[in-house]
C-alpha cells in the first residue's frame, strides 16, 4: 500500500500500488476507440482500480447543488469563482493565477497531475531523448581519443533509465499537488461532464459514490487529448501509442515506428540511438513535411545516415499480424512487409479529448475533429465556459496552454487593467527533439512566398558540420550537418521565419524567438556580435553579413554603434 499526504484539509488515503498507471481526464492513455476496453475503464466506477483521492470537502448526494460562495451583486450562488476540468499544465497555472487574485478555484482530475506532458509526454520524451543523446556521445568518443566503447565495459539498462524516469515523474505530480494546494485551488477526483445547458458540471466520483453537481460562474475546459489510432487489420490488438512507448519494460530489437510528425521521428530517433533496429513507415514522400524542406530534407538525410529505415509512399499501415514466434509481421497499403518485429508504434495523430464532458448537450460548439470552438479570449460561444489548450487544436504545446490558461485567468480576476488579457498563437518558437533536434519559428519559406510574394521574399541560409565534428577524421559528407535559414520580407527584411537543425538547436532558439517576437530585422540580427565558436553565431553572421536595409525593428536602436539602453528610473 500507498500513503499520501494531502496539504491542507485533505486526508490522509491509502491505495494499492496499481494505482500509479495513468489514465487521466488531461492524459487519457491508451485509448483505442470510443468502445474499446480502455475508454470503458475511463467510464468505469467499479472499485478494483482505486485512485488517489484527493478530497478537500466532504461530499454529498447529488440531489442537492453545493453552494459556497456567492458572487456580490449577483443573485445566484455558485459553488466556484472558477472550476477548471482537467488538470495539465495549462489547467493548473490558470487555476493557480486565478487563486492569486482572491478567486476561489477548484480543478477536476481523474488521473496523474500535470497531464499529458508531465506523464506521458514532454518530460518523459526528453528523459529518453538524454539517454539517446548520451548513447550517441558514447559512440563518438572514438574520435576524442576515449576507448572502450566496443568492449563489454559499456551496456545500457532500459529498466534502470525506465525506473528512475518513473520515480522523477511520480516526485513532479507531488510538486503539482503541493503547488496547487499552497495557492488554495481545491482538487476534486472524478470525471466530469457538463449538464444539459451547462448550467453545472457533474463529477462522477472514483470511489463509487454518488455523482456531486458544482455551479462555477466561471467553467475552463482544460482536457487535452489523446493519442488515436488507425483502422486496420490487428492494429489496435498489436500496436501501442506514443502514451504505450511509455509502458515499454524493455528495449526492442527491432520496432517499426509509423507517423510523419514530431513524435514519431523523435521516438524513432530514440530507439535506434539506444540500439533498436528501427524503421519509419510515412504515408509519402518524407516526415516533417510541414515544416521548411530545409528542416525535412536535413532530417531525412541525418535519419537515414543513422541507420533508420524509412519507408516511403506507404499510405500507412493495412494489417498487422503475429508470426509462429510471436513477432509481428507488419503489412503496409503500398504492398510492402516488415517482419519480425518486436514493437509496432503508431504515432498518427491525436484527437481531443472531449467524449466524457457532454458537450452537445451543453450547447457547446465543435468544429471537424470534435475540437473545441474559441475565440481570441479562449471563450467558447456558451457565456461562462471557456477552452484551451490541446482540446481546441490550435498550437498544441504546453508553454501555450501555459500562457493561455494565465492570460485568461489574467482577464477573468485581475481587474480592469486586465481586461483585455489575450495570448498571441503568431510567432511561436516550438523545438522537435529529434536526433538532431529541430528549432523554428514563424512561416517557412514557401509560407512567406505565398503571403508575402516571392519578389517580396529574401531568404538567408547556411549549412556546415559543427565544429564537435572537426576532428573527426571521416569525409566531410558523413559528418553530421546542422542547417540554418532566415527567412525576410519586406523592403526593411524583417524576419518572418527561422529554422535550424542541428546539434545545439533545442537551447538556442529561445532568445531568437524573443527577437523575433520584438520584430527584429536582419540588420538588428546583424548588428548583434557573434559569440565564437558556437553554432548559433552563423544566424548573426549570414553572408552577406551588415548589407541589409539599416532599418531596425527595435524600440531602441542597436544599429550603427548606438549606445545600450537604460531604464527609465
Known amino acids: 500500500m500507498k500513503f499520501y499526504l494531502i496539504p491542507s484539509t485533505m486526508l490522509i488515503v491509502a491505495t494499492a500500488a496499481s494505482s500509479a498507471r495513468n489514465f487521466s481526464v488531461a492524459a487519457f492513455s491508451i485509448v483505442r476507440s470510443r468502445n474499446s476496453p480502455a475508454v470503458s475503464r475511463f467510464f468505469s466506477t467499479s472499485n478494483d482500480r482505486k485512485l488517489k483521492i484527493r478530497p478537500t470537502f466532504i461530499q454529498r448526494s447529488s440531489s442537492s447543488t453545493l453552494s459556497m460562495s456567492t458572487e456580490s451583486g449577483d443573485d445566484e450562488s455558485y459553488d466556484y469563482d472558477y472550476l477548471v476540468i482537467g488538470a495539465g499544465s495549462g489547467g493548473i497555472a490558470s487555476a493557480r493565477r486565478a487563486a492569486s487574485y482572491g478567486a476561489k478555484v477548484a480543478v477536476v482530475e481523474k488521473g496523474r497531475l500535470g497531464g499529458t506532458c508531465v506523464n506521458v509526454g514532454c518530460v518523459p520524451k526528453k528523459v529518453m531523448w538524454n539517454a539517446a543523446s548520451i548513447a550517441e556521445t558514447l559512440h563518438d568518443m572514438k574520435h576524442y581519443g576515449f576507448s572502450g566503447y566496443d568492449s563489454d565495459a559499456i551496456s545500457f539498462d532500459w529498466g534502470f ?12 505530480n507531488g510538486i503539482y499537488e503541493r503547488n496547487m494546494a499552497n495557492s488554495g485551488v481545491h482538487s476534486i477526483l472524478g470525471t466530469a461532464s457538463f449538464s444539459e445547458g451547462a448550467k453545472g458540471v457533474v463529477v462522477k466520483p472514483d470511489d463509487g459514490s454518488d455523482p456531486v453537481t458544482y455551479k462555477a460562474k466561471n467553467v475552463l475546459i482544460a482536457t487535452g487529448g489523446y493519442p488515436t489510432l488507425p483502422d486496420g487489420e490487428g492494429i489496435r490488438e498489436h500496436a501501442i501509442s506514443s502514451d504505450g512507448f511509455f509502458e515499454l519494460e524493455e528495449l526492442p530489437g527491432k520496432a517499426v515506428v509509423v507517423g510523419a510528425g514530431y513524435i514519431a521521428v523523435e521516438l524513432a530517433g530514440v530507439l535506434q540511438a539506444l540500439g533498436t533496429d528501427t524503421s519509419l513507415v510515412v504515408r509519402k514522400g518524407k516526415a516533417m513535411r510541414e ?7 536535413t532530417l531525412d538525410d541525418e535519419m537515414q545516415r543513422q541507420g533508420i529505415n524509412i519507408y516511403r509512399n506507404t499510405n500507412g499501415v493495412k494489417k498487422i499480424e503475429l508470426d509462429s514466434d510471436g513477432l509481428k509481421i507488419v503489412t503496409l497499403n503500398n504492398g510492402e512487409v516488415i517482419g519480425g518485429v ?27 475533429g470534435g475540437y473545441v470552438v474559441t475565440d481570441e479570449y479562449s471563450a467558447t460561444n456558451v457565456d461562462g465556459v471557456f477552452a484551451l489548450g490541446d482540446v481546441c487544436g490550435n498550437v498544441e504545446l504546453t508553454p501555450m496552454a501555459i ?16 481586461k483585455d488579457a489575450k495570448v498571441s498563437y503568431d510567432n511561436v518558437p516550438t523545438v522537435v527533439f529529434s536526433h538532431p ?12 512566398i505565398e503571403k508575402y510574394g516571392e519578389g517580396n521574399v529574401k531568404i538567408y541560409k547556411s549549412k556546415f558540420s559543427n565544429l564537435y565534428y572537426g576532428p573527426w577524421q571521416v569525409e566531410a559528407d558523413d559528418k553530421p550537418k546542422t542547417a540554418m535559414k532566415l527567412v525576410c520580407a519586406g523592403k526593411d527584411e524583417l524576419v518572418v521565419g527561422l529554422h535550424v537543425i542541428g546539434m545545439g538547436a533545442d537551447e538556442m532558439l529561445q532568445g531568437f524567438g524573443i527577437a523575433m517576437k520584438m520584430g527584429a530585422t536582419k540588420a538588428d540580427f546583424d548588428a548583434c556580435v557573434a559569440i565564437h565558436p558556437t553554432a548559433s553565431e552563423e544566424f548573426v553572421t549570414m553572408f ?7 532599418v531596425t525593428g527595435a524600440k531602441h536602436s542597436p544599429l550603427n554603434g548606438a549606445p545600450s539602453p537604460e531604464p527609465s528610473i
Open 291 to 297: 515544416f521548411d524542406d530545409m528542416i525535412a530534407d
Open 342 to 368: 518486436d514493437t509496432v508504434l503508431i504515432a498518427t495523430g491525436r484527437s481531443p479529448l472531449v467524449e466524457p464532458l457532454n458537450l452537445p448537450d451543453a450547447g457547446i460548439k465543435q468544429r471537424d
Open 437 to 448: 533536434p529541430v528549432g523554428t519559428i514563424g512561416l517557412t519559406e514557401a509560407q512567406a
Open 544 to 550: 552577406p553579413w551588415g548589407l541589409s536595409n539599416q
Open 161 to 172: 533509465i525506465k525506473e528512475n524516469r518513473d520515480k522523477y515523474i511520480v516526485r513532479l
Open 403 to 418: 500562457a493561455a490558461g494565465r492570460r485568461l485567468a489574467d482577464r477573468l480576476f485581475g481587474g480592469p487593467e486586465w
